[in-house]
């Protein structure tokens, strides 16, 4: 589902709870281009609400919304708006 | 209309009326995060949600024991009434927030300023509790309930808290 994905970045949100990771997502996918793939990693369980609704308020695409348990991890694709 | 359907934003408008530590974050986080999808946000600061506005007193903002059955230091009311257990119960809560790589109160309203959070300064709390605009901290807008509701008519989300 991922392959062909390309990543541009990274960013490890670990240890971190709202507002925290939404707002390191929103600023990560400012300073990105358009329609480059940011991918983040959390440990806070209510990303996994928090992501998708983040991605249908701001229009960047979400690629991936993964639980790994421990983890969540997510692919948003930067919009050309926003 | 609301702005989302004037101009595609959405906006929020908080009424923070309480100046309580615990009681300064929900506000500020919601700002933040609304912020954060790209809405206007307007928060009216008023009567002891303006200590949050305050200078000095945003950053010593406390945790009462008294009338609060989920304080961290849970004790009977009359010994949260003891000298010194305002102090525990902050100091526990503060101790979780940092546990927790929670802001403090004043980098979450540098986080609002960055973001163009309005900050209004509820004129009549000011009036009646002797606050100057000289009190309060960098880019607030000193306004009466009017200025608010003109914001908040146009909001999408509007909540007081």
């Known amino acids: ?82 | 209309m609301s702005t989302k359907e004037q101009n595609g934003t959405r906006r929020l408008a908080l009424v923070a009326s309480k100046g309580a530590l615990d009681e300064a974050y929900p506000p500020l986080i919601l700002a933040a995060t609304a912020a954060s999808l790209g809405w206007e946000v307007g928060i009216y600061f008023t009567f002891y949600g303006l200590d949050i506005l305050h200078k000095d007193k945003h950053k010593k903002l406390k945790v009462s024991p008294i009338g609060n059955p989920a304080a961290p230091v849970t004790v009977p009311t009359l010994v949260g009434a003891l000298p010194g257990m305002t102090k525990a119960s902050t100091r526990m809560m503060k101790k979780w927030l940092d546990e927790s790589n929670l802001p403090g109160i004043p980098e979450f309203l540098d986080m609002a300023r960055d973001n163009d959070v309005k900050l209004f300064a509820c004129s009549t709390t000011m009036g009646v509790m002797g606050v100057e605009e000289s009190d309060l901290i960098e880019g607030c807008d000193v306004a009466g309930a009017a200025a608010f509701l003109d914001f908040a008519a146009d909001a999408d989300v509007q909540m007081f808290i």
């Open chain 1, 1 to 82: 589902m991922t392959q062909d994905v390309t990543v541009a970045q990274t960013l490890d949100l670990s240890g971190l709870l709202c507002p925290l990771p939404i707002y390191k997502a929103s600023i990560a996918l400012k300073k990105s281009a358009a329609g480059e793939v940011v991918e983040f990693i959390c440990t806070d369980p209510g990303s996994l609400e928090d992501f998708p609704a983040f991605a249908r308020q701001t229009g960047h695409e979400l690629v991936v919304a993964e639980d790994r348990g421990e983890t969540q991890r997510f692919l948003l694709r930067r919009a050309d708006t926003a």
